[in-house]
């Protein structure tokens, strides 16, 4: 039985390489794709459920018959911006899996009718993305990139895109600002990109990891694909990028519905919290996470996407955060808001003003200069962003806010004064 | 001498990335070229790369001011940007870093006396469980260096210093 699906490179060395990928069924699922009806491709991506792994979860075939079929060209955008604090799976697929993913790309661009590909990578991703030319390059040459790929009338190229250091710009509307040559700024939505998107032409954005899933997907049939791992509402394998108080912080992939126990304490996976100290709160999706009292209930609940919600959190893009006894949650906002601040791209008020105000008001708590009322007032200022922001970044930097004051109030208690 | 004339094959390969009537998009791709030389962009860059995409300078260079990794000043040739971000601090980067600036004799933000390495803290770099750690941006690139003590990173900076002269 094999063990992954994604992190296929920690069981065959060199995956990374062409000639090896093809040995292992490299583009089995693109050679089936190229002879299906294009609408059976994106059928067979439904019936398989697959939801995005870029954080909201939406179900990825559903997306892509959204394209509005009255308005063309069509553009797939891969979203490799990763820059969500605690998120670095991404990044692994393409250096060690990038023909996986690449494929990805090009079924998808198959299904939609695309014939060009961007893909998007923060400009940090320097090297990745000379990798990733290279790896265009041999695929193109190797005949499943270019003009009539396979003897087909399908043509597809595949470009890399780097980005210059901007979190917002993995919003996706962002993101496709970004592709234009403007600033990184959310577009107000509706439209939604599969109506207009890049340059105003229907557009599918979807996550790397996302994309890396769609091959096997193909290539096996969507039921062989719920076999592999899962439950009925959130399917198949996840890449989970733990991080923070734990002894083994890496990828691991798992199917979804293990739990966090399993993940954080396995032998195999985390392997428990450094020094045996006790665990203290749980970020399920990195900075943008609500914190999760750490409790046995918590500990076995299972990691989809709609248990987490069970327990006042989201699975998001599963970029798990762990947080012992030694963290004070003052701490730890002065880190999450100092984030948002820097990253808040101006274009609305609430987020803007907010993060810089729950910024300056965390730091004065953490350095014990501040009072109860200011406490209040932080949570105040939160609560008021919630929901009047334009776009999602604007809600994440209040949920580490509210969530540590309402479920960890002996933190910020004795750092306050009257 | 304008990009073009620098580098006529690379700006002609990122012009054909995009459609020719969205040759905007090429603006952040010419920006890194920009930089390639001094790690930074000067106004005429500017200019140059405005005239090229049909856009105005201020446009240019609102993108430039958007963006962290586009620099138009000059700083040290190698940027030596760490991760104190929340995942990294959990690891012990904000000591690294206090440390690493003690050897150094600087502090965030400043460079060293013979302009080789500006030190610098940044967000979130996708290497969280790797901390701590830091990427190197020069004007050709950007690497990374993960798992990093200060001693190993004293030593990659005189190897740079070597490098550099
Ligand atoms: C502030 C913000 C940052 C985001 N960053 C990323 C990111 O780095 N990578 C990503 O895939 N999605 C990110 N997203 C989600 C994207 O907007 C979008 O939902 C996703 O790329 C869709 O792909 P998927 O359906 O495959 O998940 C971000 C969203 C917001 C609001
Ligand atoms: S919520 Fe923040 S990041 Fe999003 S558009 Fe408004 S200011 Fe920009
Ligand atoms: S927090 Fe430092 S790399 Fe993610």
Known sequence: MMKYMLLRHREIPNLNQIDVFLKEDGFEGFKKALKMDTNAVTDEVKAAGLRGRGGAGFPTGVKWSFMDKNNWPHYVVANADESEPGTFKDREIMESNPFQFLEGVAIASYAVGANVAYIYLRGEFWEVAHFLDEKIDEMEKAGFLGENIQGTDYSLKIYTHLGAGAYICGEETALLESIEGKRGQPRVRPPFPPSQGLYNKPTVVNNVETLSSVPYIIANGADRYREFGGTEKSPGTKIFSLSGRVKNPGNYELPLGSTFRELIFGEEYGGGIIDDKKIKAIMPAGASSSLIVADDKALDTPLTYEDVREVGGDLGSASVIVIDETVEMDWLITKTLSFFAHESCGKCTPCREGTYWMKAISERIHAGEATKADLELLHDVAKQVQGKTLCALGEFSTMAVVTSIERFPEDFEAKVYE | ?165
């Open chain 2, 1 to 165: 001498m304008s990009l073009a004339e620098k580098y006529p094959q690379e700006v002609e390969k990122i012009l054909a990335k995009y459609p020719p009537e969205h040759k905007k998009s090429a603006v952040m791709p010419l920006l890194y070229l920009a930089m390639r030389e001094e790690g930074y962009i000067t106004k005429a860059d500017k200019a140059d790369i405005a005239k090229l995409l049909d856009m105005t300078t201020t446009e240019v260079s609102s993108i430039v001011g958007f963006y962290t990794l586009f620099h138009d000043e000059k700083a040290g040739k190698y940027r030596l940007q760490v991760c104190t971000d929340i995942g990294c601090a959990l690891r012990g980067a904000e000591q690294y870093l206090a440390e690493l600036s003690d050897e150094l004799g600087i502090k965030p933000g400043e460079t060293t006396p013979d302009g080789l390495v500006t030190l610098e803290e940044v967000k979130c770099l996708a290497a969280c469980d790797k901390a701590p750690m830091f990427q190197v941006q020069s004007g050709e690139g950007i690497q990374y260096h993960e798992k990093m003590t200060v001693g190993a990173t004293l030593e990659l900076i005189e190897t740079l210093r070597k490098e550099a002269k």
